[in-house]
């Protein structure tokens, strides 16, 4: 089979790799459809490494995927051939202190697609994984819309976390993926007033489209300073999700005494910093994300309700023999590109 491997820092390869063994236990083989380029995929592209995860080359990325059901094993009892997946890239031991807490999303022995150390990615023709990752897509939702149940747990996670939205003002400080999965999720959870910020024009205006109630291009405005004068009480929660420290100084400023900075996006550097007499002196919440944790499903169940346009979402579609193509546009946000997938339906 045929599989895209990151070869060195900012080259992909297309080669051929053998194919998985026959499904064991309660595994899948699954035929790989569409993998979504995600921003910690462009990390490791660009340098290698997120904190101490460093990719030793070639290593394959990827952990936004949909899939079809080829064979199981004989442990298998809820998925058959045929079926339609959407995939948790997580894998956890379900054993561990953090797993038998509930917290499945920190367990100390978690295995995670694409994630140098753990266990290679998606981006590839067939892979195994557990029956336990994997939830059945109803018919009326697309193989794409499946890729976008990853990304949209976590920003269904966040809002979760953050608390209740009821009436709240909140602001979404970056209008990715994930930015924009918190900004619908938001809505579903009842935000009473939307905030949405980011650098590219083509984004502030999707997040307008997505629903929005304010939406500002930082690098045409003081966006803090517009969202102080019609937001005069400022923000109850802001959800940092593009991972720069502008962001989350932003964040700080614009939040009201007593509010909640949700951390979401994933830096390349290593430390945050913030003035400390301003956080102190509002005496404001930092709550920070890993991933999600149980969010699949309703995941799932809001992109199939249609209540959201989540395809909007998707702006460009390669080819597997176009993969350096979609990494450098991503990382280089180049032509308005939002979610950029990969359909490995078209491999030649």
């Given at each position: 089979?045929?599989?895209?491997?990151?070869?060195?820092?900012?080259?992909?390869?297309?080669?051929?790799?053998?194919?998985?063994?026959?499904?064991?236990?309660?595994?899948?083989?699954?035929?790989?459809?569409?993998?979504?380029?995600?921003?910690?995929?462009?990390?490791?592209?660009?340098?290698?490494?997120?904190?101490?995860?460093?990719?030793?080359?070639?290593?394959?990325?990827?952990?936004?995927?949909?899939?079809?059901v080829?064979?199981?094993?004989?442990?298998?009892?809820?998925?058959?051939?045929?079926?339609?997946?959407?995939?948790?890239?997580?894998?956890?031991?379900?054993e561990?202190?953090?797993?038998?807490?509930?917290?499945?999303?920190?367990?100390?022995?978690?295995?995670?697609?694409?994630?140098?150390?753990?266990?290679?990615?998606?981006?590839?023709?067939?892979?195994l994984?557990?029956?336990?990752?994997?939830?059945?897509?109803?018919?009326?939702?697309?193989?794409?819309?499946?890729?976008?149940?990853?990304?949209?747990?976590?920003?269904?996670?966040?809002?979760?976390?953050?608390?209740?939205?009821?009436?709240?003002?909140?602001?979404?400080?970056?209008?990715?993926?994930?930015?924009?999965?918190?900004?619908?999720s938001?809505?579903?959870?009842?935000?009473?007033?939307?905030?949405?910020?980011?650098?590219?024009?083509?984004?502030?205006?999707?997040?307008?489209d997505?629903?929005?109630?304010?939406?500002?291009?930082?690098?045409?405005?003081?966006?803090?300073?517009?969202?102080?004068?019609?937001?005069?009480?400022?923000?109850?929660?802001?959800?940092?999700?593009?991972?720069?420290?502008?962001?989350?100084?932003?964040?700080?400023?614009?939040?009201?005494?007593?509010?909640?900075?949700?951390?979401?996006?994933i830096?390349?550097?290593?430390?945050?910093?913030?003035?400390?007499?301003?956080?102190?002196?509002?005496?404001?919440?930092?709550?920070?994300?890993?991933r999600?944790?149980?969010?699949?499903?309703?995941?799932?169940?809001?992109?199939?309700?249609?209540?959201?346009?989540?395809?909007?979402?998707?702006?460009?579609?390669?080819?597997?023999?176009?993969?350096q193509?979609?990494?450098?546009?991503?990382?280089?946000?180049?032509?308005?590109?939002?979610?950029?997938?990969?359909?490995?339906?078209m491999?030649?």
């Amino acid at each position: 089979m045929k599989a895209i491997h990151l070869d060195s820092l900012n080259k992909l390869v297309l080669s051929e790799v053998p194919d998985p063994p026959a499904p064991n236990g309660n595994e899948l083989l699954l035929k790989v459809e569409c993998v979504g380029v995600c921003g910690s995929d462009i990390h490791y592209f660009r340098t290698g490494r997120i904190g101490e995860q460093v990719v030793e080359f070639p290593f394959i990325l990827g952990h936004e995927f949909s899939a079809t059901v080829l064979e199981t094993g004989t442990g298998v009892k809820n998925l058959k051939p045929g079926d339609r997946v959407a995939v948790d890239p997580a894998m956890p031991c379900f054993e561990c202190e953090q797993c038998s807490q509930g917290r499945e999303n920190t367990c100390l022995n978690l295995l995670f697609l694409g994630c140098p150390g753990q266990a290679e990615g998606a981006m590839k023709e067939k892979i195994l994984m557990p029956e336990h990752c994997c939830y059945k897509i109803p018919d009326t939702m697309s193989l794409e819309e499946a890729v976008l149940v990853e990304p949209l747990s976590i920003g269904y996670y966040a809002v979760q976390r953050a608390g209740n939205l009821q009436g709240k003002t909140v602001a979404v400080l970056g209008a990715g993926p994930i930015g924009d999965s918190v900004l619908l999720s938001a809505r579903h959870f009842g935000a009473a007033r939307i905030v949405v910020t980011d650098r590219i024009s083509e984004r502030v205006k999707l997040a307008s489209d997505l629903g929005a109630d304010y939406v500002y291009n930082v690098e045409l405005c003081n966006a803090s300073e517009e969202i102080k004068r019609v937001i005069p009480e400022l923000t109850d929660i802001v959800f940092e999700c593009s991972g720069e420290q502008e962001a989350f100084d932003q964040g700080i400023d614009i939040l009201k005494p007593g509010g909640t900075l949700v951390l979401v996006g994933i830096p390349e550097f290593e430390r945050w910093s913030f003035r400390a007499d301003q956080a102190r002196r509002k005496e404001l919440n930092i709550l920070h994300i890993r991933r999600q944790n149980g969010c699949v499903k309703p995941a799932i169940k809001l992109i199939a309700s249609g209540k959201y346009d989540f395809g909007k979402m998707i702006t460009h579609r390669f080819a597997p023999e176009q993969s350096q193509q979609a990494f450098e546009a991503v990382a280089n946000y180049s032509d308005g590109v939002l979610k950029a997938l990969l359909d490995i339906r078209m491999t030649n």
